[in-house]
């Protein structure tokens, strides 16, 4: 099996490239990458359709991966051309390529629980989605696009996923490190995600094509501050430099409560305490 990682440069996406031949050896990966060159990757500009044909051929690939496009929240909202332009016209374009494709891999795309409201939490995968960000929206649009032009296709929503490479938990170990007091909001809920369970996840999607439709993938309900204590107790830090605050969602992009509960499906793969955050799990 030949999976193409549409991506793979990301955060995420180096996760996967690692842990994908680590779990299962007989899975051949084969990484894109736009401006951080990846060795034995291929290069692709998804807003250009032709470079996505050429890595598609080029890979030969018999499912592909789809991680790229923003995930910024806030610049989406300051400036949504970006999100047409990253996150839905690849989408067009890469339905058009398959659709016309005689081979037609299979397409597994990475959603996000900003497809919800992110106002009762616990979604499960057969919720309404209701996004009310131009980020979630077009998660959601990429999603009913691809379940219907292309039916043996997954949208696996997942959340915030915790590396130690990247993103918020690289930048609170940094705080942490230094010494200095980090304020996490203790009344906004979501779902953490450690990538080594995510990458076991995806395995069990590769390996399974019944596996299909929308499906949730995330660890336990927290709030940011429950989780910053955590982290302080599993890295050695002092529990003391965590203070909660209380965010005002009438000026943020943050949910109250954006927590999935994952699909049975997947559910032998997705930790359920937050002791599963471990160095081992997320670095």
């Known amino acids: 099996m030949r999976v193409l990682i549409v991506g793979a440069s990301g955060m995420i996406g180096r996760h996967l490239l690692r842990d994908i031949p680590m779990i299962a050896p ?6 894109t990458y736009n401006s951080h060159p990846l060795p034995q990757g291929i290069a692709m500009d998804i807003t250009d359709v032709d470079s996505i044909a050429r890595g598609i051929a080029e890979s030969k690939a018999d499912i592909i991966l789809w991680l790229a496009g923003s995930k910024d929240v806030a610049a989406l909202e300051r400036t949504p051309d970006l999100s047409l332009s990253l996150n839905e016209r690849p989408i067009v374009d890469l ?5 016309s ?15 919800f409201a992110g106002r009762k939490g616990h979604y499960r995968d057969c ?5 009310d960000t131009v980020y979630g929206l077009s998660k959601q649009r990429a999603e009913h ?3 219907t032009a292309l039916p043996g296709s ?18 609170l170990m940094g705080e942490l490190r230094s010494g200095n007091p980090v304020t996490l909001f203790d009344n906004a809920a979501f779902s953490p995600t ?4 995510l990458s076991r996840a995806v395995v069990a999607l590769l390996r399974d094509d019944s596996l299909t439709g929308p499906l949730n993938f995330a660890g336990p309900r927290t709030t940011r501050f429950d989780f910053g204590k955590r982290v302080c107790e599993m890295f050695g830090f002092s529990a003391s430099l965590i203070r909660p605050a209380q965010v005002d969602f009438a000026e943020s992009l943050l949910k109250p409560d954006l927590s999935l509960l994952t699909s049975d499906r997947l559910s032998a793969y997705a930790p359920d305490t937050l002791d599963a955050f471990a160095p081992e799990t997320c670095s």
Do not use: K
């Open 26 to 31: 007989a899975i051949e990966v084969i990484g």
């Open 101 to 115: 494709s005689s081979t037609q891999p299979r397409l597994i795309y990475i959603s996000s629980d900003y497809v």
């Open 154 to 171: 997954t949208a696996l929503r997942t959340s915030a996923v915790m590396s130690s490479q990247g993103g918020f938990l690289a930048w």
């Open 145 to 147: 696009l691809i379940a």
């Open 95 to 99: 339905i058009s390529l398959l659709d």
């Open 127 to 131: 919720d309404d989605t209701a996004p």
């Open 194 to 197: 450690p990538p080594l369970c």
